[in-house]
T-cell receptor
Framework: KNEVEQSPQNLTAQEGEFITINCSYS?????LHWLQQHPGGGIVSLFM???GKKKHGRLIATINIQEKHSSLHITASHPRDSAVYIC??????????FGAGTILRVKS | DAGVIQSPRHEVTEMGQEVTLRCKPI?????LFWYRQTMMRGLELLIY????????DSGMPEDRFSAKMPNASFSTLKIQPSEPRDSAVYFC?????????????FGPGTRLTVL
């Protein structure tokens, strides 16, 4: 069974801190998505990656294929980064396997 | 592009009634996904279509749920008869796969409450 595990489940940080959210996945996952869900409920796809590293503004996502591990980093965190971050493994053929999510709260 | 469009945004209905949720994917995308999100179970994939054809409906909870995609620009998710445990937020997403997997773009969701 393909699985995706995220850590931590909950994370509270002070504004400006560097944040890392981790995701481990099992075999059969061909790519990783990182999703962001704001308190209002909307879901935004942050990254999709199958190798290496991607950067968008203050967000960086990395993936290590050999270790089956991905990380999402937020530099210079801000209260507006407060959201649920979900790691999603994509099996071949587009079927998705969801992590449980990390609830991030950034305090000012 | 307006992004993925879902309607209605909110739906309140009584147990036993039929509910139809609608989704318009992003133009040019050829994959469409229906998800359900609840507090207890998080996000779950219900069904997805490639080129209007249902590929995997193993996430559809039971026969009361059905989904159709009559053309590339429209899909429906129907619940008949609805039950209180169907109360959730239903998301539609679309993608244009590059290789095996494509980045998915989510609609705003439909919040369904079944009384």
């Amino acid at each position: 069974k393909n699985e995706v595990e995220q850590s931590p489940q909950n994370l509270t940080a002070q504004e400006g801190e560097f944040i890392t959210i981790n995701c481990s996945y099992s075999v059969g996952i061909s790519a990783l998505h990182w999703l962001q869900q704001h308190p209002g409920g909307g879901i935004v796809s942050l990254f999709m990656l199958s190798s290496g590293k991607k950067k968008h503004g203050r967000l960086i996502a990395t993936i290590n294929i050999q270790e089956k591990h991905s990380s999402l980093h937020i530099t210079a965190s801000h209260p507006r980064d407060s959201a649920v971050y979900i790691c999603v493994g994509a099996e071949y053929g587009n079927k998705l396997v969801f992590g449980a999510g990390t609830i991030l709260r950034v305090k000012s | 592009d307006a992004g993925v469009i879902q309607s209605p945004r909110h739906e309140v209905t009584e147990m036993g009634q039929e509910v139809t949720l609608r989704c318009k994917p992003i133009s040019g995308h050829n994959s469409l996904f229906w998800y359900r999100q609840t507090m207890m179970r998080g996000l779950e994939l219900l069904i997805y279509f490639n080129n209007n054809v249902p590929i995997d409906d193993s996430g559809m909870p039971e026969d009361r749920f059905s989904a159709k995609m009559p053309n590339a620009s429209f899909s429906t998710l129907k619940i008949q008869p609805s039950e209180p445990r169907d109360s959730a937020v239903y998301f539609c997403a679309s993608s244009f796969p590059a290789g095996d997997v494509g980045e998915q773009f989510f609609g705003p969701g439909t919040r369904l409450t079944v009384l």
